[in-house]
């Protein structure tokens, strides 16, 4: 039995969400006392981008192994998460529009309010991202969501798949 594509695709927009505010208000910094020109800005554009694709296909990923975990979990628990997740796709890509100002705008006084502005955009998606992985950590450990792709042995004790084991005490 495959482990499912869902958890290993959520941990890049995760991570996105903790690292927008820094790389964000880096390049502010940056732009603001002219250590680099406006430009520099394309690389917020870029990890913006990647945060709202990559939740795209965590979306899309988790939407696929929803109904496998409806076995053991309430659905109305797998929807708050979805549509937490929904969310927070929603904002980031929200937030990606005005990301782009910055780059468009001619006065540096424009660049700087617009780029404050994503700065500040970028807290409210991690909290947004937050509230997601609160929610997908209730369903895998509150709930036993994760159970659905265990094997039972003989014994009764469940198992990982073929090919994957999970750490003893002699193996830390």
């Given at each position: 039995?495959?482990?499912?594509?869902?958890?290993?695709?959520?941990?890049?927009?995760?991570?996105?969400?903790?690292?927008?505010p820094?790389?964000?208000?880096?390049?502010?910094?940056?732009?603001?006392?002219?250590?680099f020109?406006?430009r520099?800005?394309s690389?917020?554009?870029?990890?913006q981008?990647?945060?709202?694709?990559s939740?795209?296909?965590?979306?899309?990923?988790?939407?696929a192994?929803?109904?496998?975990?409806?076995?053991?979990?309430?659905?109305?628990?797998?929807?708050?998460h979805?549509e937490?997740?929904?969310?927070f796709?929603?904002v980031?890509g929200?937030?990606?529009?005005?990301?782009?100002?910055?780059?468009?705008?001619?006065?540096?006084?424009?660049?700087?309010?617009?780029?404050?502005?994503?700065?500040?955009?970028?807290?409210?998606?991690?909290?947004?991202?937050y509230?997601?992985?609160?929610?997908g950590?209730?369903?895998?450990?509150g709930?036993?969501?994760?159970?659905?792709?265990?094997?039972a042995?003989?014994?009764?004790?469940?198992?990982?798949?073929?090919?994957k084991r999970?750490?003893g005490?002699?193996?830390?």
């Open positions: 039995m495959e482990l499912p594509l869902h958890p290993k695709l959520v941990h890049l927009p995760m991570a996105l969400a903790i690292l927008m820094l790389l964000t208000s880096g390049v502010l910094l940056a732009i603001w006392r002219d250590w020109p406006k520099v800005w690389l917020v554009i870029v990890g981008f990647l945060l709202v694709g939740g795209i296909l965590a979306l899309r990923s988790g939407e192994d929803e109904e496998r975990v409806e076995k053991v979990v309430a659905e109305v628990v797998l929807e708050r979805e937490a997740g929904e969310r796709v929603w980031g929200f937030l990606l529009a005005i990301t782009v100002l910055p780059l468009l705008l001619r006065s540096k006084r424009a660049t700087l309010i617009t780029g404050a502005a994503s700065c500040a955009g970028t807290f409210v998606v991690l909290a947004f991202g509230q997601v992985g609160q929610l950590g209730e369903i895998v450990y709930h036993n969501g994760a159970s659905v792709y265990a094997t042995t003989p014994g009764g004790a469940l198992t990982m798949p073929a090919g999970a750490l005490d002699d193996d830390r």
